[in-house]
Every structure is written in structure tokens, then in C-alpha cells.
């Protein structure tokens, strides 16, 4: 079964503007992960933020963690056509990643 | 190798048959895990490997699916008697760590088609 939901399910924006894509879950986690997949390509990791951490960075990607709330977000700041790409959160549990759906991210030029 | 390698990219194959998926992990990573991925869809979790053994095997489909990794390296999963619902793509990865506390490595799947 999914632990992770992605909202929004699709999102198009203009290229240099900042993509925000949020990530809920079901059960405690020790870490959630972002990762994105492109077109004909496999599953790249983009950033992993553990339980105790609130926020991240890395790059041009900014990622927030609410235990309480059971959710997570992901910034993508000065969008590129590049980031056209599926985006997708996991959190684990035990041994395993337990994948949402994703969110489906097209920049238009 | 430099990443996780898995052949065939593409199989096409008639219902019925037996297919046989393989994946090499890179080198020195313990933990393998099988994913099954259909179209706009996330993840499917079928088994995860750490060393030879197969602690939870509780993701694979029906006993038409088996999986096995030998010498803790490269492993194969088979699916018997192929079914057009088995058709997707499926993903390897492994990690340096149990627990996936660490970054996943995927490879770029193999895309199963059955006609």
C-alpha cells in the first residue's frame, strides 16, 4: 500500500519560476527521500532529510519535514526545462521505501 | 560497474511464458530491492534481498514471481507463466546499508510487455 501521497498530481509552470510539490504519510518515519524520474530514464535521488531535521538544501532544491504533521514539501527554486520530470517522495519503513504516486512537474519555456 | 545494470531493457513476450529479469547492483552494496512500476504509477515493493537471504518476499505478486541473488551480487527474478497484468516496468536498486538509511541506486528497469 502507499505511505506517501504527492499532491499536487500535476503542476505546470514558467520556466524560472519555483515549483512547490508536498509529500503526506501515514505512518512514523526515520527518513523520507525525494527522488525524480525523467522520461525513459530511472529513478535519480535528489535529497533525503531525516526525522530530526526540519529543513534542507541542496542546490536549487529546498526540502521541509513536519513529523507532526506528517508531511513534506519540495522546493524547486528558478525552474529550469530540464526539471520536467516526475517527482516522487519515500519514506521507510523497516527495510523498505514506501512510494507515493508522484507529481507529474512540466516547465514550459 | 559504475551503477546498477539490468538487462533485458525491454522484453516482449507471449502470455504464457516464462521471463527471467536480471540485475547487477554495484559493486560492495549488501541491500537489493525489486520494484514493479505500471504506467503513472509509484512504486511497487516485491522483495528485498540483504546478502543472499530474502527477509520479506511478502511484495511479490503471486508464486509466479520468485527472485533469487546468488554470491550477494547479482540476482534474477522470475516470472512464470506470464500474465498481460505483469506487464510494467521493473526496477532494481540497491544501497550500501539495510534500512535504506542511505541513497537508493536504481538501475533503468526493464520494461515487461506481454502480449
Known amino acids: 500500500s502507499q505511505q506517501g501521497e504527492e499532491d499536487p498530481q500535476a503542476l505546470s509552470i514558467q520556466e524560472g519560476e519555483n515549483a512547490t510539490m508536498n509529500c503526506s504519510y501515514k505512518?512514523?518515519?526515520?527518513?523520507l527521500q525525494w527522488y525524480r524520474q525523467n522520461s525513459g530514464r530511472g529513478l535519480v535521488h535528489l535529497i533525503l532529510i531525516r526525522s530530526n531535521e526540519r529543513e534542507k538544501h541542496s542546490g536549487r532544491l529546498r526540502v521541509t519535514l513536519d513529523t507532526s504533521k506528517k508531511s513534506s514539501s519540495l522546493l524547486i527554486t528558478a525552474s529550469r526545462a530540464a526539471d520536467t520530470a516526475s517527482y516522487f517522495c519515500a519514506t521507510d519503513r523497516n527495510y523498505q521505501l514506501i512510494w507515493g504516486a508522484g507529481t507529474k512537474l512540466i516547465i514550459k519555456p | 560497474g559504475a551503477g546498477v545494470s539490468q538487462s533485458p531493457s525491454n522484453k516482449v513476450t507471449e502470455k504464457g511464458k516464462d521471463v527471467e529479469l536480471r540485475c547487477d547492483p554495484i559493486s560492495g552494496h549488501t541491500a537489493l530491492y525489486w520494484y514493479r512500476q505500471s504506467l503513472g504509477q509509484g512504486l511497487e515493493f516485491l522483495i528485498y534481498?540483504?546478502?543472499?537471504?530474502?527477509?520479506?518476499k511478502s511484495g511479490l505478486p503471486s508464486d509466479r514471481f520468485s527472485a533469487e541473488r546468488t554470491g550477494g551480487s547479482v540476482s534474477t527474478l522470475t516470472i512464470q507463466r506470464t500474465q498481460q497484468e505483469d506487464s510494467a516496468v521493473y526496477l532494481c536498486a540497491s544501497s550500501l546499508v539495510q534500512g535504506m538509511n542511505t541513497e537508493a541506486f536504481f538501475g533503468q528497469g526493464t520494461r515487461l510487455t506481454v502480449v
Open positions: 505512518t512514523s518515519i526515520n527518513n
Open positions: 534481498f540483504q546478502g543472499n537471504s530474502a527477509p520479506d
